[in-house]
C-alpha cells in the first residue's frame, strides 16, 4: 500500500511564529516530493518541491527531504494569518502500471492566530 | 487566459445521467490528469493521460470514463452517475511525468442527487 501520512490537525501556531509540517512516505524509491497549499474552497496551488536530502528555502518557506527516515517537512517562518489553509504534501510513488504519479496526504490544516 | 480552467464550476445532476466535466489547458503540457477530493479520503486520483490518445487508471476509475484526443483537452464522463460520485473534482496538467509538479484547475463541485 503506497501511503503518504499527514497529522490532520489543526495545527495552531501565533502570529510571527514558525510553522512545521511534517510528512512521512511509504516508498523508499520516491524521488520527488511537493508542498501544496490549499485554501477552503480553492484548488491546491504549489508552493515547494524538492528532489534532494536536506534543505531548500524559498522566501518563508523551507522545504526539509530526509530520505533515509522517509521523512519531508515543510517550515513556515514568520507565520502570517493569510497562512492558514490546509498544507498538501505530495510524494512520486510507482504503483500498479503507473509510472511515478502523485500520491497525495490527506493535508494538513494550519491556522495562524493573529 | 493562459492556464487551466475547467468547467462548469458547479454541477447538480440525477442519479444515473450522464454528465461530462470539461478540462482544457493552454500550456501544452503532455500530462494531464483527474482527480477527486473528498473529505476523509484527501486527493485520489482516477485517470491520467501523458498525451494525446494515451490514457490510463488511476486510484478510483470505476465509473469513469476519459478520452484526450487533443493535447489541450482532457474530458471526463461519468455515464451513469450516483451519488457516491458527489465529490469535488480536480484536472491538472504536468509538463511531463515523474518529477514534474503538478497544476491545478480551479475544480468542479459535482452533486448527484
Known amino acids: 500500500q503506497k501511503e503518504v501520512e499527514q497529522n490532520s490537525g489543526p495545527l495552531s501556531v501565533p502570529e510571527g511564529a514558525i510553522a512545521s509540517l511534517n510528512c512521512t512516505y511509504s516508498d523508499r524509491g520516491s524521488q520527488s516530493f511537493f508542498w501544496y497549499r490549499q485554501y477552503s474552497g480553492k484548488s491546491p496551488e504549489l508552493i515547494m518541491f524538492?528532489?534532494?536530502?536536506g534543505d531548500k528555502e524559498d522566501g518563508r518557506f523551507t522545504a526539509q527531504l530526509n530520505k533515509a527516515s522517509q521523512y519531508v517537512s515543510l517550515l513556515i517562518r514568520d507565520s502570517q494569518p493569510s497562512d492558514s489553509a490546509t498544507y498538501l504534501c505530495a510524494v512520486d510513488m510507482n504503483y500498479g502500471g503507473s509510472q511515478g504519479n502523485l500520491i497525495f496526504g490527506k493535508g494538513t490544516k494550519l491556522s495562524v492566530k493573529p | 487566459d493562459a492556464g487551466i480552467t475547467q468547467s462548469p464550476r458547479y454541477k447538480i445532476t440525477e442519479t444515473g445521467r450522464q454528465v461530462t466535466l470539461m478540462c482544457h489547458q493552454t500550456w501544452s503540457h503532455s500530462y494531464m490528469f483527474w482527480y477527486r477530493q473528498d473529505l476523509g479520503h484527501g486527493l485520489r486520483l482516477i485517470y491520467y493521460?501523458?498525451?494525446?490518445?494515451?490514457?490510463d487508471k488511476g486510484e478510483v476509475p470505476d465509473g469513469y470514463v476519459v478520452s484526450r484526443s487533443k493535447t489541450e483537452n482532457f474530458p471526463l464522463t461519468l455515464e451513469s452517475a450516483t451519488r457516491s460520485q458527489t465529490s469535488v473534482y480536480f484536472c491538472?496538467?504536468?509538463?511531463?511525468?515523474?518529477?514534474?509538479?503538478?497544476?491545478f484547475g480551479p475544480g468542479t463541485r459535482l452533486t448527484v442527487t
Open positions: 491538472a496538467s504536468s509538463e511531463s511525468g515523474r518529477g514534474y509538479e503538478q497544476y
Open positions: 493521460s501523458a498525451a494525446a490518445d494515451i490514457t
Open positions: 524538492i528532489y534532494s536530502n
